[in-house]
C-alpha cells in the first residue's frame, strides 16, 4: 500500500522537473537537423524556437533572442545582420503607437469614451451587449487587447450589479413578469420555483455572454489598424523583409480600408451569435421594443451615468492627448493613400517612401514628452481663480507622458518577440528555406487560390501563429499573389476564441470563474467560423480590387531562385 504514495511522489517530482528536460533534450533531439544543409540548420532554429515557445520554458521575449546567438554560430548569418532585425522600421511604428496608447491611457481617456458610448446605447440587453462590443472594438484598434478588456470587465461587472443584483424572490414584491395563477396554490408554488430557476439561468446566461462579447470584441477590433495587433505588425515587417520592391502597397490606409469592413462584418455577426446563445430573440424583452425600462435598467443606466459625471469635464492633459491622437491617425490617412497623392509625395517631391507610418507615430509621441499637461499662462480661459494664484509657488508643468510612465507600462518583451520573428524570416531567406519550402509546394498551383487561402485559414486559426511564415515563404514560387495568403494568414492569427489561454483578453474574463471551458469552446468554434467565413468573403471581393490580386506583382519575383 505504500509503493502507490511513492510512485505518485515520483510522478510528481518528474512533473516539476519536466521544463528542465524539455530545455536541456529539445536541442539534442532536433540536432539532426543542424548537422545537414544551412536550409535545414535554420528549420532547426525554427522548430527550436517554436518547442521553446509553446511550452514556455523560457520567457516568450528570451526565447525570441536565440537566432542571434544560434545563427552565427549555425553560419546561417553574420551577428551584425542578425542584431539589425531586432530594431526595424516595424518596430519603431510599435513603439511609437503604444506610446500614444500609453498616454490615452495615462489620462483615462479611453474610459470617458467608453462610458460615453455605452449612455448612447442603453441598457437594454442585446444593445447594452452591442454597446459592449462596439466600444471594446474601438479601443483595441488604438491601444492593446489585454488592457482594453481589464479595463471594460469592471464596468461590465458593475452594470451586472445594478441589473440582477436586486432580485427579490418575493412573488409579493414583484412589480412585473408572468402572473401565477393564485387559484391551484401547489401548482402555483411550482411555476414559481420553475420562473425562479429561469431567472437565475438567464442571469448567468446575460452574465457570460456580456463577459464574452467584451473578449471577443478586443481580439476582433486589433484586427482594423496595423497597430492594433501583433500579427498585423509581423505582416507588414515580412512583407518589407521578403519583399523589399513591394512599393509600400500595405500602409495604415490601405490596411484600415481593408480590414475595418471585415472587422465590422465579423464583429456584427459576432453580436449576433452571442445574443442567440446567450440573451435569446425575444425582440419585446432584449429590444425594449414597446416597453418602458425597469427600476433595474434605470439603477445600471444610473450607475454608468454617474461614472461619468465623476470624470468631470475634460481636462487640458486629456484634450491635448486627444487632438494628438486625432492629428496622429489623420496623417496615417494622409500620408500615402494610394488613390492620390499624400502629403509625403508633396513634401519630399514625388518619393513617399521617405518617411513611414513609423515617423508619423514617432513624432507624435516625443510631442508627447514636449508639450505640458497644463495650459500655458497666456491661455487664460482655461484657467481658473486657484490655478492663477498658485501658479508662481509652482515649477514647470509636466509632460503630457514621462518617461516613468512609459518604462512602468511599455511591454518591451513584444519589441524582441517582433523582431525574433523578423530574424527567422530573414535566415529562412539567407538559408534558402523558403525556397525549398516553396519547391515543395508546387502541386498546390492546381488548387484554386481561395480553397488555398481558406485550408491555410483553418491551419492559422486551429493551430497556431507560426504557420502564417509558412505561408508566406510559400505563397511566391506557386504564381500566387503572396497577399491572397498572407492577409488571411494575419487576420486568422488574431481570431483565437475557444480557449482560455488562447489571448490574454480569454484569461482575463476566464479568471472571474463564471464561464467554463466549455463555454468557451462550444461558443468560440462557431466564432471560428464566422472569422474565417469573414476573411474569405473581404479577400474574394474588396481585398482582390484593393490589392489586385488576381495578378502576380513584379515586387514578388524577388524570392524565386536564381
Same mark, same amino acid.
Request: aromatic share 10%; net charge neutral; glycine share 6%.
Given at each position: 500500500?505504500?509503493? +502507490?504514495?511513492?510512485?505518485?511522489?515520483?510522478?510528481?517530482?518528474?512533473?516539476?522537473? #519536466?521544463?528542465?528536460?524539455?530545455?536541456? $533534450?529539445?536541442?539534442?533531439?532536433?540536432?539532426?537537423?543542424?548537422?545537414?544543409?544551412?536550409?535545414?540548420?535554420?528549420?532547426?532554429?525554427?522548430?527550436?524556437?517554436?518547442?521553446?515557445? $509553446?511550452?514556455?520554458? +523560457?520567457? %516568450?521575449?528570451?526565447?525570441?533572442?536565440?537566432?542571434?546567438?544560434?545563427?552565427?554560430?549555425?553560419?546561417?548569418?553574420?551577428?551584425?545582420?542578425?542584431?539589425? =532585425?531586432?530594431?526595424?522600421?516595424?518596430?519603431?511604428?510599435?513603439?511609437?503607437?503604444?506610446?500614444?496608447?500609453?498616454?490615452?491611457?495615462?489620462?483615462?481617456?479611453?474610459?470617458?469614451?467608453?462610458?460615453?458610448?455605452? %449612455?448612447?446605447?442603453?441598457?437594454?440587453?442585446?444593445?447594452?451587449?452591442?454597446?459592449?462590443?462596439?466600444?471594446?472594438?474601438?479601443?483595441?484598434?488604438?491601444?492593446?487587447?489585454?488592457?482594453?478588456?481589464?479595463?471594460? !470587465?469592471? &464596468?461590465?461587472?458593475? !452594470?451586472?450589479? =445594478?441589473?440582477?443584483?436586486?432580485?427579490?424572490?418575493?412573488?409579493?414584491?414583484?412589480? =412585473?413578469?408572468?402572473?401565477?395563477?393564485?387559484?391551484?396554490?401547489?401548482?402555483?408554488?411550482?411555476?414559481?420555483?420553475?420562473? %425562479?430557476?429561469?431567472?437565475?439561468?438567464? #442571469?448567468?446566461?446575460?452574465?457570460?455572454?456580456?463577459?464574452?462579447?467584451?473578449?471577443?470584441?478586443?481580439?476582433?477590433?486589433?484586427?482594423?489598424?496595423?497597430?492594433?495587433?501583433?500579427?498585423?505588425?509581423?505582416?507588414?515587417?515580412?512583407?518589407?523583409?521578403?519583399?523589399?520592391?513591394?512599393?509600400?502597397?500595405?500602409?495604415?490606409?490601405?490596411?484600415?480600408?481593408?480590414?475595418?469592413?471585415?472587422?465590422?462584418?465579423?464583429?456584427?455577426?459576432?453580436?449576433?451569435?452571442?445574443?442567440?446563445?446567450?440573451?435569446? $430573440?425575444?425582440?419585446? #424583452?432584449?429590444?425594449?421594443?414597446?416597453?418602458?425600462?425597469?427600476?433595474?435598467?434605470?439603477?445600471?443606466?444610473?450607475? &454608468?451615468?454617474?461614472?461619468?459625471?465623476? *470624470?468631470?469635464?475634460?481636462?487640458?492633459?486629456?484634450?491635448?492627448?486627444?487632438?494628438?491622437?486625432?492629428?496622429?491617425?489623420?496623417?496615417?490617412?494622409?500620408?500615402?493613400?494610394?488613390?492620390?497623392?499624400?502629403?509625403?509625395?508633396?513634401?519630399?517631391?514625388?518619393?513617399?517612401?521617405?518617411?513611414?507610418?513609423?515617423?508619423?507615430?514617432?513624432? /507624435?509621441?516625443?510631442?508627447?514628452?514636449?508639450?505640458?499637461?497644463?495650459?500655458?499662462?497666456?491661455?487664460?480661459?482655461?484657467?481658473?481663480?486657484?490655478?492663477?494664484?498658485?501658479?508662481?509657488?509652482?515649477?514647470?508643468?509636466?509632460?503630457?507622458?514621462?518617461?516613468?510612465?512609459? =518604462?512602468?507600462?511599455?511591454?518591451?518583451?513584444?519589441?524582441? +518577440?517582433?523582431?525574433?520573428?523578423?530574424?527567422?524570416?530573414?535566415?529562412?531567406?539567407?538559408?534558402?528555406?523558403?525556397?525549398?519550402?516553396?519547391?515543395?509546394?508546387?502541386?498546390?498551383?492546381?488548387?484554386?487560390?481561395?480553397?488555398?487561402? !481558406?485550408?491555410? $485559414?483553418? +491551419?492559422?486559426?486551429?493551430?497556431?501563429?507560426?504557420?502564417?511564415?509558412?505561408?508566406?515563404?510559400?505563397?511566391?514560387?506557386?504564381?500566387?499573389?503572396?497577399?491572397?495568403?498572407?492577409?488571411?494568414?494575419? *487576420?486568422?492569427?488574431?481570431?483565437?476564441?475557444? *480557449?482560455?489561454?488562447?489571448?490574454?483578453?480569454?484569461? /482575463? /474574463?476566464?479568471?472571474?470563474?463564471?464561464? #467554463?471551458?466549455?463555454?468557451?469552446?462550444?461558443?468560440?468554434?462557431?466564432?471560428?467560423?464566422?472569422?474565417?467565413?469573414? /476573411?474569405?468573403?473581404? &479577400?474574394?471581393?474588396?481585398?482582390?480590387?484593393?490589392?489586385? *490580386?488576381?495578378?502576380?506583382?513584379?515586387?514578388?519575383?524577388?524570392?524565386?531562385?536564381?
Amino acid at each position: 500500500m505504500a509503493v +502507490l504514495p511513492l510512485r505518485v511522489k515520483m510522478l510528481r517530482q518528474v512533473w516539476r522537473m #519536466k521544463d528542465i528536460f524539455i530545455l536541456v $533534450c529539445s536541442p539534442f533531439i532536433l540536432l539532426p537537423l543542424a548537422l545537414s544543409t544551412k536550409a535545414a540548420a535554420c528549420a532547426y532554429v525554427i522548430a527550436l524556437m517554436a518547442v521553446y515557445w $509553446c511550452t514556455e520554458v +523560457l520567457p %516568450l521575449a528570451v526565447t525570441a533572442l536565440l537566432p542571434t546567438i544560434l545563427f552565427p554560430v549555425l553560419g546561417i548569418m553574420e551577428s551584425k545582420d542578425v542584431c539589425m =532585425q531586432y530594431l526595424k522600421d516595424t518596430n519603431m511604428l510599435f513603439v511609437g503607437g503604444l506610446m500614444v496608447a500609453l498616454a490615452v491611457e495615462h489620462w483615462n481617456l479611453h474610459k470617458r469614451i467608453a462610458l460615453r458610448v455605452l %449612455l448612447l446605447f442603453g441598457v437594454r440587453p442585446a444593445l447594452l451587449m452591442l454597446g459592449f462590443m462596439g466600444v471594446t472594438a474601438f479601443l483595441s484598434m488604438w491601444i492593446s487587447n489585454t488592457a482594453t478588456t481589464a479595463m471594460m !470587465v469592471p &464596468i461590465v461587472q458593475a !452594470v451586472l450589479d =445594478q441589473l440582477q443584483g436586486n432580485v427579490d424572490p418575493e412573488p409579493s414584491s414583484r412589480t =412585473q413578469g408572468p402572473t401565477v395563477v393564485l387559484h391551484h396554490e401547489d401548482q402555483g408554488k411550482c411555476m414559481e420555483l420553475e420562473e %425562479l430557476s429561469d431567472v437565475e439561468e438567464e #442571469k448567468r446566461n446575460m452574465s457570460k455572454g456580456l463577459l464574452l462579447c467584451v473578449c471577443y470584441a478586443a481580439s476582433i477590433g486589433g484586427i482594423a489598424t496595423l497597430t492594433g495587433t501583433g500579427p498585423n505588425l509581423v505582416l507588414i515587417g515580412q512583407m518589407g523583409q521578403l519583399f523589399p520592391q513591394n512599393g509600400d502597397v500595405i500602409n495604415f490606409a490601405s490596411w484600415f480600408a481593408f480590414a475595418f469592413p471585415t472587422m465590422v462584418l465579423m464583429l456584427t455577426l459576432a453580436w449576433f451569435w452571442l445574443q442567440v446563445l446567450y440573451v435569446g $430573440c425575444n425582440l419585446r #424583452k432584449t429590444w425594449g421594443c414597446g416597453t418602458v425600462r425597469s427600476e433595474k435598467e434605470r439603477a445600471a443606466y444610473e450607475l &454608468i451615468r454617474q461614472e461619468h459625471l465623476q *470624470l468631470g469635464r475634460m481636462s487640458y492633459g486629456e484634450v491635448s492627448v486627444l487632438s494628438l491622437f486625432i492629428l496622429m491617425v489623420a496623417l496615417w490617412f494622409t500620408r500615402d493613400p494610394r488613390f492620390m497623392d499624400g502629403w509625403a509625395t508633396h513634401v519630399f517631391n514625388s518619393n513617399a517612401e521617405f518617411v513611414t507610418d513609423a515617423t508619423v507615430a514617432l513624432f /507624435i509621441s516625443v510631442l508627447l514628452f514636449v508639450l505640458p499637461s497644463e495650459p500655458p499662462q497666456y491661455l487664460c480661459c482655461w484657467r481658473r481663480s486657484s490655478d492663477t494664484e498658485s501658479q508662481g509657488s509652482r515649477g514647470p508643468a509636466p509632460s503630457l507622458l514621462t518617461w516613468q510612465v512609459t =518604462q512602468k507600462k511599455m511591454p518591451w518583451n513584444i519589441v524582441l +518577440l517582433l523582431g525574433g520573428g523578423f530574424a527567422l524570416a530573414k535566415g529562412s531567406e539567407e538559408s534558402g528555406l523558403s525556397r525549398w519550402l516553396g519547391a515543395q509546394m508546387t502541386p498546390l498551383q492546381s488548387i484554386p487560390p481561395w480553397a488555398i487561402a !481558406v485550408v491555410v $485559414c483553418l +491551419l492559422v486559426a486551429t493551430f497556431t501563429e507560426c504557420a502564417s511564415n509558412v505561408a508566406t515563404a510559400t505563397s511566391s514560387p506557386s504564381c500566387l499573389n503572396p497577399l491572397y495568403v498572407m492577409i488571411p494568414c494575419t *487576420l486568422s492569427a488574431s481570431f483565437a476564441f475557444m *480557449l482560455p489561454v488562447a489571448t490574454p483578453p480569454n484569461a /482575463i /474574463i476566464f479568471s472571474y470563474g463564471l464561464l #467554463k471551458v466549455s463555454d468557451m469552446a462550444r461558443t468560440g468554434v462557431v466564432m471560428n467560423i464566422i472569422g474565417i467565413g469573414c /476573411i474569405s468573403l473581404a &479577400i474574394n471581393s474588396w481585398g482582390r480590387l484593393m490589392f489586385s *490580386l488576381d495578378s502576380f506583382p513584379p515586387w514578388a519575383n524577388t524570392t524565386t531562385p536564381l
